[in-house]
């Protein structure tokens, strides 16, 4: 399971950049690694007025590295935004490509676990599926069962219905010409 810890930086100053990498300081060998997560971008209150500061991110793709802008703040008009931009792999370069801030970005860092948790997670995992798989298997053989049982019956009575008429013979009384059966009165006087 990753661990979830809030995250923010501030960019002052033309120029200004801040780097995200949490790997090269070392630290524990994670399985999942290293998560950030930005939700919003906003301009500090000492922020120049009608001053337009622009916000680039410099991050890996699948192939490359790519530098784009995310986000354009002026003061007065635009003094935030939110944001949805996710960097499963460090280093991500935040900067100033235009203005001179203050601008607060705020997010999430996730961190994987440990690789031996995600062992004991596997090994748990598997021995969820093979109950499920136990529960599941024995759950499909009372169901194939009951459907056999069921084809059985409706065979069993198909081939009643086929020879009945050739088995069984007609049954009339000499009071009920017609083949019905005489109702009794049952009413009490």
């Given at each position: 399971m990753a661990?979830?810890?809030?995250?923010?930086?501030t960019l002052?100053?033309?120029k200004?950049?801040?780097v995200w990498d949490p790997?090269?300081?070392?630290?524990e060998d994670l399985q999942?690694?290293?998560?950030?997560?930005?939700?919003?971008?906003?301009?500090g209150?000492d922020?120049?007025?009608?001053?337009?500061?622009?916000?680039?991110?410099?991050?890996?793709?699948?192939?490359e590295?790519v530098?784009i802008?995310v986000?354009?703040l002026?003061?007065?008009?635009q003094?935030?935004?939110?944001?949805d931009?996710s960097?499963?792999?460090p280093?991500?370069t935040?900067?100033l490509?235009?203005g001179?801030g203050?601008v607060?970005i705020?997010?999430?860092?996730?961190?994987?676990?440990?690789?031996d948790?995600f062992?004991?997670?596997d090994?748990?995992?598997?021995e969820?599926?093979?109950d499920?798989?136990?529960?599941e298997?024995?759950?499909?053989r009372?169901?194939?069962?009951?459907k056999?049982?069921d084809?059985?019956?409706?065979e069993?009575?198909?081939?009643?219905e086929?020879?009945?008429?050739k088995?069984?013979k007609a049954?009339?009384?000499?009071?009920?010409a017609?083949?019905k059966?005489?109702?009794k009165?049952?009413?009490?006087k």
């Amino acid at each position: 399971m990753a661990d979830e810890y809030f995250y923010a930086l501030t960019l002052k100053g033309a120029k200004a950049s801040e780097v995200w990498d949490p790997e090269s300081k070392g630290g524990e060998d994670l399985q999942g690694g290293h998560k950030l997560i930005i939700k919003q971008a906003l301009l500090g209150a000492d922020a120049v007025e009608g001053e337009v500061n622009v916000i680039q991110v410099e991050a890996m793709t699948w192939k490359e590295s790519v530098t784009i802008p995310v986000a354009v703040l002026k003061s007065g008009s635009q003094n935030q935004v939110l944001l949805d931009l996710s960097f499963p792999d460090p280093p991500v370069t935040f900067s100033l490509a235009q203005g001179s801030g203050p601008v607060h970005i705020i997010g999430h860092h996730l961190i994987g676990s440990a690789i031996d948790e995600f062992d004991e997670m596997d090994e748990m995992e598997e021995e969820m599926l093979d109950d499920e798989e136990g529960e599941e298997g024995a759950e499909n053989r009372i169901k194939q069962k009951r459907k056999l049982s069921d084809i059985d019956e409706k065979e069993e009575e198909d081939e009643e219905e086929d020879e009945g008429p050739k088995n069984k013979k007609a049954k009339t009384t000499s009071s009920n010409a017609k083949g019905k059966t005489p109702v009794k009165n049952t009413k009490k006087k």
